[in-house]
């Protein structure tokens, strides 16, 4: 079929002879002839001919074989209207193959139905052929090409990461800049995209960078604990493209290219003192980007991503806080070790293994995916963050006494001088828990010798 189109170009614009067109594309020359004599019969004018595709050109140069096509063959299905129906949310081809029997009760077989499609979507543009549900998947890259910033206060010169995500649906995209591709940033600019987009896709589709991926292989899929957390809480999966695969996320790979063209090119002579002075950059130009209108779709990636956007689930309502986690033991003292600080958990997990989740300002601890424990975060050197409902019934009866309060409040029950006594041996201590054992022993004399007697 693409033989016909080269010799009519060759013999009609190039005007060149028969036999040098059968030298050149390796057909006889009486087919040749045969091709040329059956376009002349159309009299149609020979460019506006050529950008029909080859099977309407097949039909009109040989009506014959066409018209015996369509005596001996099922009427097939449409296939256009097909690709376009079944990027809708809760459509399937059974459904489409039923409306198609509908139409045509002698037509093709559920399967073979099937089969004729993935022959059409091989054989279309290749932008058409994967095939996005709006709303379903959000592709994750960062950029190879980054952008260099001076630090204001060392006047070292650094590289930011561009992290770059686009939804199947739409083409739409967002772009972040972030000191590195640490976890940290990872996770943020994912949470900025979410807002940025208004919505959560059901899946994420990223590459497999540590920040995402521990390991993907035959033996299976391991996530990072904190994306995964990230992912529980905004009600999303993830599905990392396969290794080497690069046709898994083309769509973000072009919207990586595009977005190095139209926005990281411009700032290529620019000098940058900080990442948040490249971001506030980078927003008016991904504007201008995604408003572009595609000359191949007919329209812009944000009027597209207006239908999209109807489609990903609600923002949650509380942001996301990243945690770091960490796996410790709980010691004999009912507590876990955090950064030179310690926490509580209760007694009875002594000697067990917990997960601890801390962010800058909260400490969880969890034992089997049960929250056990919860402390604000405590910055000081062996500190302790310590419950009362963590300790043993015989510590807390102890942690009770050795408060200032309530020790004056004994004292006072003895009298006035026991008490006076109490007051100054707290007030001379370097630090008032230090006197409580001796205070305790002293007040527990009057029930040997007596109150009046201690007092």
């Not at 097909?82 to 459509?91: D, F």
């Not at 709980?330 to 507590?335: G, K, M, R």
């Not at 009866?397 to 003895?414: D, F, H, K, S, V």
């Amino acid at each position: 079929m693409r033989k016909i189109k080269d010799i009519l170009k060759l013999r009609f614009i190039t005007e060149i002879s028969y036999r040098q067109i059968s030298r050149a594309v390796d057909v006889p020359s009486s087919t040749v002839s045969d091709y040329c004599k059956r376009f002349e019969i159309t009299n149609n004018e020979i460019n506006e001919f050529l950008t029909q595709d080859e099977d309407e050109i097949y039909k009109q140069l040989f009506p014959e074989k066409s018209k015996a096509d369509k005596t001996t063959s099922r009427a097939l299905p449409n296939f256009e209207y097909i690709h376009k129906e079944i990027a809708k949310k809760g459509v399937t081809f059974e459904l489409l193959w039923m409306e198609y029997r509908e139409e045509e009760p002698q037509g093709y077989a559920l399967s073979t139905f099937k089969e004729l499609y993935h022959k059409f979507k091989k054989k279309v543009d290749p932008t058409m052929r994967q095939t996005y549900i709006p709303g379903h998947q959000m592709f994750i890259d960062y950029s190879g090409l980054i952008v260099s910033y001076n630090d204001s206060l060392t006047g070292e010169t650094l590289k930011a990461q561009i992290f770059v995500t686009v939804l199947g649906g739409s083409g739409c995209a967002f772009v972040h800049a972030t000191p590195s591709q640490k976890q940290e940033y990872f996770i943020k600019s994912h949470i900025l995209a979410y807002e940025f987009y208004g919505g959560v896709p059901k899946i994420n589709v990223p590459d497999n960078l540590k920040s995402a991926i521990i390991s993907n292989n035959k033996k299976g899929i391991v996530v990072n604990e904190s994306y995964a957390e990230l992912c529980r809480h905004y009600n999303c999966a993830v599905e990392p493209a396969r290794p080497k695969k690069p046709q898994d996320k083309g769509i973000v790979e072009q919207a990586v290219q595009g977005i190095q063209r139209w926005i990281l090119a411009v700032f290529r002579n620019r000098t940058f003192f900080s990442v948040d002075e490249i971001n506030q950059a980078i927003a008016p130009l991904l504007d201008k980007y995604n408003s572009k209108v595609s000359r191949h779709l007919g329209a812009s990636r944000y009027q597209l991503f207006e239908e999209e956007k109807l489609q990903l689930q609600a923002l949650p309502a509380n942001r996301f806080i990243y945690k770091e986690i960490k796996i410790a033991t709980v010691d004999l003292s009912y507590h876990v070790k955090l950064i030179d600080s310690y926490y509580s958990v209760p007694f009875k997990y002594l000697g067990e293994k917990v997960e601890v989740k801390y962010s800058t300002a909260l400490v969880e601890i969890y034992y089997k995916s049960k929250l056990v424990a919860t402390h604000p975060r405590i910055s000081r050197v062996n500190a302790k963050s310590t419950l009362d409902e963590h300790m043993p019934r015989n510590h807390q009866y102890q942690n009770e006494r050795m408060n200032p309060g309530r020790l004056l409040n004994w004292a006072m029950t003895i009298g006035e001088h026991t008490r006076e006594f109490v007051q100054r041996r707290l007030d001379t201590a370097d630090y008032p828990a230090n006197a409580y054992t001796s205070i305790i022993a002293i007040l527990n004399k009057a029930k040997i010798y007596g109150k009046t007697e201690l007092d």
